[in-house]
């Protein structure tokens, strides 16, 4: 009986020290001299799912949602290793890529939407070495759409000189093609960092 009371009191003990120790732990850090930047950004990047060299591959896809005739069909999982250019044209100067994960949720075979994580990584120039995150949903679109057609989506993280990255980036089709799911896109990029 006397190692229960002893035990119980230790317990008590335990549960009424922790809050005053947890309090020790939230104070909020002032941090100093940082200044929030903003930095513009505009360059193409090319996604091509299919030919020889593809820079888009389907990873895996539900058995109850094969559609053959859709580029992209609903529930579909794909991995992506695409080219970042100064130019439109996929041959022009090549400034980095883009690597990550999207999945097509789009029941209408005629549209195309997904949820996309991506991080644009720059190889060359002043942004060497840095690169941001982007993880959104791209809105319903047609496969082929009109070049009125912008798609705001979320920066969410960065490193390198995008450290703690935040914004957003505009995308508007430059080409694309829906028989073999072939885009170009122009993005334009906002950041705010440190």
Same mark, same amino acid.
């Given at each position: 009986?006397?190692?229960?009371?002893?035990?119980?009191?230790?317990?008590?003990?335990?549960?009424?020290?922790?809050?005053?120790?947890?309090?020790?732990?939230?104070? $909020?850090?002032?941090?100093?001299?940082?200044?929030?930047?903003?930095?513009?950004?505009?360059?193409?990047?090319?996604?091509?799912?299919?030919?020889?060299? $593809?820079?888009?591959?389907? +990873?895996?896809?539900?058995?109850?949602?094969?559609?053959?005739?859709?580029?992209?069909?609903?529930?579909?999982?794909?991995?992506?290793?695409?080219?970042?250019?100064?130019?439109?044209?996929?041959?022009?100067?090549?400034? #980095?890529?883009?690597?990550?994960?999207?999945?097509?949720?789009?029941?209408?075979?005629?549209?195309?939407?997904?949820?996309?994580?991506?991080?644009?990584?720059?190889?060359?120039?002043?942004?060497?070495?840095?690169?941001?995150? +982007?993880?959104?949903?791209?809105?319903?679109?047609?496969?082929? $759409?009109?070049?009125?057609?912008?798609?705001?989506?979320?920066? /969410?993280?960065?490193?390198?000189?995008?450290?703690?990255?935040?914004?957003?980036?505009? +995308?508007?089709?430059?080409?694309?093609?829906?028989?073999? #799911?072939?885009?170009? +896109?122009? /993005?334009?990029?906002?950041?705010?960092?440190?």
């Amino acid at each position: 009986m006397e190692k229960q009371m002893v035990f119980a009191w230790v317990m008590i003990f335990c549960l009424a020290i922790a809050p005053v120790y947890g309090q020790h732990y939230s104070k $909020p850090i002032k941090l100093g001299g940082r200044v929030e930047k903003k930095t513009r950004l505009r360059f193409f990047y090319h996604d091509f799912p299919g030919g020889k060299n $593809p820079t888009t591959v389907l +990873l895996a896809q539900a058995n109850i949602t094969q559609d053959f005739f859709s580029p992209s069909p609903y529930s579909s999982l794909y991995a992506m290793d695409d080219p970042l250019t100064i130019g439109p044209e996929r041959t022009s100067t090549n400034i #980095g890529n883009a690597q990550g994960l999207y999945i097509a949720l789009s029941r209408d075979p005629n549209k195309f939407t997904a949820v996309l994580y991506a991080d644009f990584a720059f190889t060359t120039g002043r942004f060497n070495g840095s690169s941001f995150s +982007l993880f959104s949903r791209y809105p319903p679109t047609d496969f082929v $759409p009109s070049p009125d057609t912008i798609c705001e989506m979320a920066i /969410v993280g960065g490193r390198g000189a995008f450290k703690m990255a935040k914004g957003f980036a505009l +995308l508007r089709a430059t080409s694309s093609n829906a028989m073999t #799911g072939d885009a170009s +896109l122009e /993005v334009n990029v906002t950041l705010y960092h440190y």
